[in-house]
């Protein structure tokens, strides 16, 4: 019987990152989850609450792809909100045929340990999210507000940077060779480098 995860998700403290981060703003909210089976974490930002956010549900699919699972069981509060997103989710993944079979599943009410990786992965990306936005500001004098999009790439690149990098005390493995059975063995850049690129076919319209 397998019954990989479950995979949390929860938004419940997410609001409050960003009232605290820009005083006198509307609250942001931000979408968090954790793969209990892998400890992979997941961040970015919402536009709205519910499933209305079509971003959001492609990326969190999207994770739960690359995790890999054939079951799972995406747990949430029980917010209609997160309700409503979480069954989107799913429809998502059931519509792609990556998973064999995929449920949901609502925390007890007032039960923050059944939701505990995922408070903690709030409180551990959106402190890196912090610093690679300070660091940024520090480079450039730029003030970021709470809707600004650079929140949304620093929570994901949180995410990405964590789960390839941060070596957990009771594996002594990253989250990324948990899940692939190999080191991740490419480097990372800095939060805010300066790349250039060229689109593909541009020199066919010059």
């Given at each position: 019987?397998?019954?990989?995860?479950?995979?949390?998700?929860?938004?419940?403290?997410?609001?409050d990152v960003y009232e605290r981060q820009e005083k006198g703003e509307a609250p942001v909210v931000a979408l968090f989850a954790s793969c209990?089976?892998?400890?992979?974490?997941?961040?970015?930002?919402?536009?709205?609450?519910?499933?209305?956010?079509?971003?959001?549900?492609?990326?969190?699919?999207?994770?739960?792809?690359?995790?890999?699972?054939?079951?799972?069981?995406?747990?949430?509060?029980?917010?209609?909100?997160?309700?409503?997103?979480?069954?989107?989710?799913?429809?998502?993944?059931?519509?792609?045929?990556?998973?064999?079979?995929?449920?949901?599943?609502?925390?007890?009410?007032?039960?923050?340990?059944?939701?505990?990786?995922?408070?903690?992965?709030?409180?551990?990306?959106?402190?890196?999210?912090?610093?690679?936005?300070?660091?940024?500001?520090?480079?450039?004098?730029?003030?970021?507000?709470?809707?600004?999009?650079?929140?949304?790439?620093?929570?994901?690149?949180?995410?990405?940077?964590y789960n390839r990098f941060h070596v957990r005390a009771d594996t002594r493995m990253t989250p990324y060779s948990k899940m692939r059975h190999?080191?991740?063995?490419?480097?990372?850049?800095?939060?805010?480098?300066?790349?250039?690129?060229?689109?593909?076919?541009?020199?066919?319209?010059?």
């Open positions: 019987r397998c019954r990989s995860g479950p995979t949390d998700a929860s938004s419940s403290a997410a609001s209990r089976a892998s400890t992979n974490v997941f961040a970015t930002l919402c536009s709205s609450k519910g499933p209305t956010d079509a971003y959001v549900v492609s990326a969190l699919a999207s994770w739960i792809w690359e995790l890999g699972h054939p079951r799972v069981v995406i747990q949430s509060d029980g917010e209609p909100a997160i309700v409503a997103m979480v069954a989107a989710v799913r429809a998502r993944v059931i519509a792609d045929g990556r998973a064999e079979q995929v449920t949901c599943q609502v925390s007890p009410v007032g039960s923050h340990g059944s939701n505990g990786a995922a408070e903690r992965a709030v409180q551990q990306l959106r402190g890196m999210a912090r610093v690679y936005l300070d660091f940024v500001k520090e480079r450039t004098g730029v003030n970021f507000p709470a809707k600004s999009n650079w929140w949304s790439w620093a929570l994901r690149h949180a995410a990405l940077l190999r080191n991740y063995a490419h480097a990372a850049r800095p939060f805010g480098y300066v790349g250039v690129a060229t689109r593909p076919g541009s020199h066919l319209q010059e």
